[in-house]
């Protein structure tokens, strides 16, 4: 049975060191839980000891322009090669055989590297770390795992269902979206043609025909109209100012932190944009401590999937209370940014060291949830937009026709 080397803190807080003889890492994870310790480092006795950090920037001194793989390539690349292990065949060959096969740009020139560091005799996730770009800390994580492991087609077959899902994922909110994006361009199109061109048109015959005083909307139309068609330079560099001081804005740290907060509270797409978050939250970590990394690097590598600033904030927080020697579940209620159904999963998962388990059950309830909050969302934005365009059209009507029946009465 392999023997692994850990250090760990335990749930007074004290650090500790020691060896463990595990079928794997996840099993070794798992006794270190169940004995009350959480494992910060967790190495086979006979592998390498430097960190994906160390390995990360080691990588990024060497890294220089290199075609890049899409993640639905790469995904394909970790289920080939999940397949050509779980066949029996040697690292090499597998990779070699995949080389092959390879088609496209950036595929072939990946697999030259990886074979290339391989052969030199470098571990898997050392070559692929050092390509760069696809292999970020997710993927350098799980192949670090699936060299650690005693069988790494099971923990490439999961990092290929993870990547899968995510892209799964950012296809559904991306065509959640598409729609209600193209009717707001339509309706900004619209307006932007009736203020300039239809309206002053329209207005001309009643100017001539000695009208002094024109109704309220109207006027703002023609005012409005008249501005754009004399400062329109003024406007686009307006709108060009507006879009870099925003890139500008948005850069630093704490408007960042205020923006992607502020996010989380509009109604609906706040829903939607924690639901995500929570989602691949959860479905990485199972998936990670499944290949039995140890819970603070699970944390790390999870924390740059979520996008949004303030979880990824929260995250630092938890891995600062974890590493003190807390449950996980304590910070992550105390953040008050995760579903308590999470806080209560991790909470019993710990409690019976199990925790990768309770998290991929809990992934798939997460999942069906974040299908739920697409479906509202798409629901819910058209007829925001229905009345916004309703409300542009009532105006615009407004502007028209008072006039027209100021004229008659005039007439009449």
């Keep these: 049975m392999p023997t692994f080397e850990y250090e760990a803190i335990t749930t007074t807080g004290r650090a500790r060191r020691g060896s463990i003889s595990a079928a794997s890492r996840a099993d070794a994870t798992r006794q270190l839980l169940q004995r009350g310790e959480t494992a910060t480092s967790l190495v086979a006795a ?48 597998a990779l070699r055989t995949i080389r092959k096969q390879a088609s ?86 619209s307006a932007i043609i009736l203020v300039t061109v239809l309206i002053p048109r329209l207005m001309e015959p009643l100017m001539a025909a000695g009208m002094k005083q024109l109704p309220l909307p109207t006027q703002i139309l023609l005012d409005l109209a008249g501005f754009i068609a004399a400062w329109w330079i003024l406007c686009i560099a307006g709108i060009v100012g507006g879009v870099l001081f925003w890139k500008f804005w948005i850069a630093a740290p704490e408007n960042r932190l205020r923006w992607d907060t502020w996010k989380l509270k509009i109604p609906v797409l706040g829903q939607l944009l924690r639901d995500v978050a ?13 290949a039995g990394l140890p819970l603070l690097d699970c944390l790390n590598i999870t924390r740059d999937t979520l996008v949004n600033t303030a979880m990824m904030r929260a995250i630092d927080d938890v891995h600062g209370q974890v590493t003190e020697g807390r449950p996980l579940a304590e910070p992550l209620e105390r953040s008050g940014l995760f579903p308590p159904l999470l806080v209560q999963v991790v909470n019993l998962g710990e409690r019976s060291g199990q925790l990768e388990k309770m998290l991929s059950h809990a992934a798939t309830a997460f999942d069906r949830q974040v299908n739920v909050s697409i479906k509202i969302f798409t629901k819910a934005f058209p007829p925001i937009l229905i009345i916004i365009m309703a409300s542009l059209g009532a105006f615009v009507l407004a502007a028209i026709l008072l006039p027209l029946l100021e004229l008659q009465n005039i007439a009449g």
Excluded: W
């Design 278 to 290: 929570v989602a691949r939250f959860t479905r990485t970590m199972g998936t990670l401590a499944a």
């Design 46 to 93: 006979a592998s390498a000891r430097a960190s994906i950090s160390h390995t990360t920037g080691q990588s990024t001194s060497r890294r220089t322009r290199r075609p890049n793989m899409r993640k639905t390539e790469v995904a394909s690349l970790m289920r080939e090669l999940a397949t050509a292990l779980e066949a029996g065949l040697p690292l090499m060959q």
């Design 104 to 189: 496209g740009h950036a595929a072939p020139v990946v697999l030259d590297h990886m074979i290339e560091r391989v052969e030199a005799g470098e571990s898997l996730h050392k070559a692929a770390v050092s390509y760069g770009p696809p292999f970020d800390d997710l993927i350098g994580g799980m192949l670090r795992a699936a060299d650690a492991s005693g069988d790494s087609s099971i923990v490439l077959h999961q990092l290929a269902d993870l990547l899968e899902r995510s892209i799964e994922l950012r296809r559904e909110i991306l065509g959640a979206v598409f729609y209600p994006l193209m009717v707001a361009v339509l309706i900004l199109c």
